[in-house]
């Protein structure tokens, strides 16, 4: 069985701290895909990154990395100087069946709270 | 691309009653999701569609909720008759799914809130 492991329910932070969101997993797939999402007190699902198990090179996007690890099956998010509209829940998530389409199994979500 | 679209954002009804939930997926896309998202239970998978075909319809809970994808751009989610427990936040979500690397993320629309009183 698949699983996505948040353990960090919810953090709070100033602004201009910087933040790491812990993301663990579980799969017995050897070929799979990772995703984060952010969900803004408005309520949609947005897409953040996508990342294949066969690439473990870490990505970076303005305030944004992420660090993908195998060995420790980790994908964990870091939020650099983070800012107020940064604040929002954070979901993990794994892809099981690549047959069809990126069927998700989602973690429970970070709530991250951002003070100014 | 207005993106994926949802109707109603938000429904309250009378148990008992029938609740009809609209999906219209990004246009190009092929696959088609339900979630759910409640506060015990987190985002679950309900039912996917490819190609208008349903593949996987093991999350959806209960012989009440039914889906239906009639063409390449709507699908609808029915829960007959309703209840309080079916309480929650539905979101669709779309992508292409080509197998394997040719699959693209799921970009999700902005979720039904259903309240069921």
């Known amino acids: 069985a698949q699983k996505v492991t948040q353990a960090q329910t919810e953090i709070s932070v100033v602004e201009k701290e910087d933040v790491t969101l812990d993301c663990v997993y579980e799969t017995r797939d050897t070929t799979y895909y990772l995703f984060w999402y952010k969900q803004p007190p408005s309520g949609e699902l947005v897409f953040l990154i996508r990342?294949?198990?066969?690439?473990?090179q870490n990505e970076i996007s303005g305030r944004y990395s992420w660090n993908f690890q195998k060995s420790t099956s980790s994908f964990n998010f870091t939020i650099t100087a983070s800012q107020v509209v940064d604040s929002a829940v954070y979901f993990c998530?794994?892809?099981?069946?690549?047959?069809?389409?990126?069927?998700?199994?989602f973690g429970a979500g970070t709530i991250l709270r951002v003070k100014s | 691309d207005a993106g994926v679209i949802q109707s109603p954002r938000h429904e309250v009804t009378e148990m008992g009653q029938e609740v009809t939930l609209r999906c219209k997926p990004i246009s190009g896309h092929n696959s088609l999701f339900w979630y759910r998202q409640t506060m015990m239970r987190g985002l679950e998978l309900l039912i996917y569609f490819n190609n208008n075909v349903p593949i996987d319809d093991s999350g959806m809970p209960e012989d009440r909720f039914s889906a239906k994808m009639p063409n390449a751009s709507f699908s609808t989610l029915k829960i007959q008759p309703s209840e309080p427990r079916d309480s929650a936040v539905y979101f669709c979500?779309?992508?292409?799914?080509?197998?394997?690397?040719?699959?693209?993320?799921?970009?999700f629309g902005q979720g039904t809130r259903l309240t069921v009183v």
């Open positions: 979500a779309s992508s292409l799914g080509l197998g394997g690397a040719g699959n693209t993320e799921a970009f």
């Open positions: 998530a794994l892809s099981e069946g690549l047959e069809y389409g990126n069927k998700l199994v």
């Open positions: 990342r294949n198990s066969f690439d473990e």
